[in-house]
């Protein structure tokens, strides 16, 4: 009897720990997708910032999905522009969506054109 209650209690204890492994792993399966998701959309927002400095950044091919657009928000009279930019990546597991807003000053610059703020996150587009 006693060698009966203790195969059902480590029967219990075997069940239970296997259900945290199991836990356990597709939780990091789930971190790992959801990673290699955002990665790919970073890359993404990089490869649209060549884009509009005229400069070609291809990607390597993946199931994971990317969408990107811009939208030009200000141009000032020196030919700076600043560019709301809008980066998608997805695939079946997780979708990312990051947004960013950078400036493309160009360059060289035009005489008595101010000198843009350090702190904006600047890219610089050669004519």
Do not use: H
């Not at 075997?14 to 836990?23: D, F, N, P, T």
């Not at 400095?53 to 993946?62: H, I, R």
């Not at 999905?65 to 695939?91: E, F, K, P």
Request: proline letters at 4%; one cysteine or more.
């Amino acid at each position: 009897m006693f060698t009966l209650i203790m195969l059902l209690v480590l029967t219990a204890l075997v069940s239970v720990g296997m259900q945290s492994a199991i836990l356990s792993q597709k939780m990091e399966n789930n971190w790992q997708f959801s990673s290699s998701v955002f990665m790919r959309a970073e890359m993404g927002l990089k490869q649209l910032l060549f884009s509009l400095q005229g400069k070609s950044f291809d990607l390597p091919v993946s199931s994971i999905t990317l969408q990107t657009s811009y939208r030009v928000i200000a141009s000032d009279a020196c030919g700076n522009q600043t560019v709301d930019l809008i980066v998608t990546a997805s695939n079946i597991f997780s979708s990312v969506r990051l947004q960013s807003e950078a400036v493309i000053a160009k360059f060289p610059a035009l005489p008595n054109c101010p000198i843009l703020p350090g702190y904006q996150i600047l890219w610089w587009k050669t004519v």
